[in-house]
């Protein structure tokens, strides 16, 4: 007989296992909404997704109409995520309080998962390291550190409460990069990456409920917002909502790189048929000079710059919206 066995905990018992069937089983990762799925949550229809695969395509400007309300629902997209709960709870009548609610529940039970599913050397560790996210999020270089976890924090202590969490699947980790050649696992400088939660609502849902509101009435993407938390956090939210754009576009190995002297960073590179290509993400619309200077290696065929412009193309630079990021 057939057998389905579904639950968030089941990547937590992975080392409990004493047998396996290996070759009967098939594997279905089943994640929380992504920004196409929230789309149809809000009533978007098939087609105007369908337009913007095309605009996408083309390389055309989206029509102004379009392009600022996709940017609204994209803020809110980061404002709820995409856990099913939630997003049902925000629709339709748009209660941004209900759906917090639900999301800072959701929160809880996630370090209740921790303390009842991981060993007892691992359990606060693992916790401490989970919280630690926005704060990671929040420094100017987002590589995971251990100091920031816990003052004199190593990687002795929390490296195996780190994969602990990447294998319960609660958060995943984007790697660094010495070199920007394919492929790019073998340059692949182990232990330097950057944590990720897997759902954007639930990082939104580890800072205080102002900021949601600062996010929602951020009508200008551009702009330096006036919120002081905000104006600490941006950087950080939209790189976080890209990574897990990207990760539920399909690419599950993620790199960055950024080099000693912090003079070279590039948030993302995706790896397809025409090779390496770099992604970056900007909140505003500033000129992108790392993708500008890394772009004139020979061998990348083209690079990304998300941002809250418009469509463009700039010799092998492409800009696309933020919302565009599904469909990379």
């Known amino acids: 007989m057939d057998v389905v066995a579904s639950g968030s905990a089941l990547g937590m018992a992975y080392n409990r296992v004493r047998s396996y069937p290996v070759g009967s089983v098939e594997y279905l990762d089943m994640d929380a909404l992504d920004f196409e799925e929230f789309l149809w949550a809000h009533g978007v229809e098939d087609a105007v997704v369908d337009l913007l695969r095309g605009y996408f395509l083309r390389r055309e400007m989206v029509p102004p ?3 600022e309300t996709m940017l609204r629902y994209l803020r809110r997209y ?11 709870k925000f629709f339709p009548e748009r209660d941004y309080l209900a759906a917090d609610e639900v999301q ?5 039970d996630y370090l209740a998962d921790i303390a009842r599913f991981s060993s007892p050397d691992i359990k606060i560790k693992a916790e401490k390291c989970y919280q630690s996210i926005p704060l990671q999020l929040s420094k100017e ?11 004199k924090g190593t990687a002795r202590k929390f490296e195996s409460s780190l994969d602990w969490l990447l294998g319960a699947n609660m958060a995943f980790a984007v790697t660094n990069v010495g070199f920007v050649e394919y492929p790019l696992k073998a340059h692949a400088l182990e ?3 950057r944590l990720y939660p897997n759902d954007i609502g639930l990082l939104m849902a580890a800072y205080d409920y102002g900021l949601k509101k600062a996010l929602i009435e951020d009508g200008d993407f551009a702009e330096m917002p006036g919120n002081i938390l905000l104006r600490t956090a941006k950087g950080g939210l939209y790189e976080a909502l890209v990574a897990e754009m990207l990760t539920k576009a399909g690419h599950r190995e993620l790199f960055f790189y950024r080099n000693e002297q912090g003079t070279a960073e590039m948030e993302f590179f995706l790896e397809n048929t025409d090779g390496v290509v770099p992604v970056e993400v900007k909140a505003g619309r500033k000129a992108s000079k790392s993708l500008a200077n890394l772009l004139k290696k020979e061998d990348l065929p083209y690079g990304y710059k998300l941002a809250s412009q418009n469509v463009g193309v700039q010799g092998k630079q492409v800009t696309l919206p933020l919302y565009m990021t599904f469909l990379l």
């Open 104 to 108: 800072r529940r959701i929160y809880r």
């Open 141 to 151: 270089n987002h590589k995971f550190q251990y100091s920031v976890v816990e003052k």
């Open 65 to 67: 109409a379009i392009h």
């Open 78 to 88: 980061m404002v709820v995520g995409g856990m099913p709960e939630v997003v049902d």
């Open 191 to 193: 232990g330097n990456v």
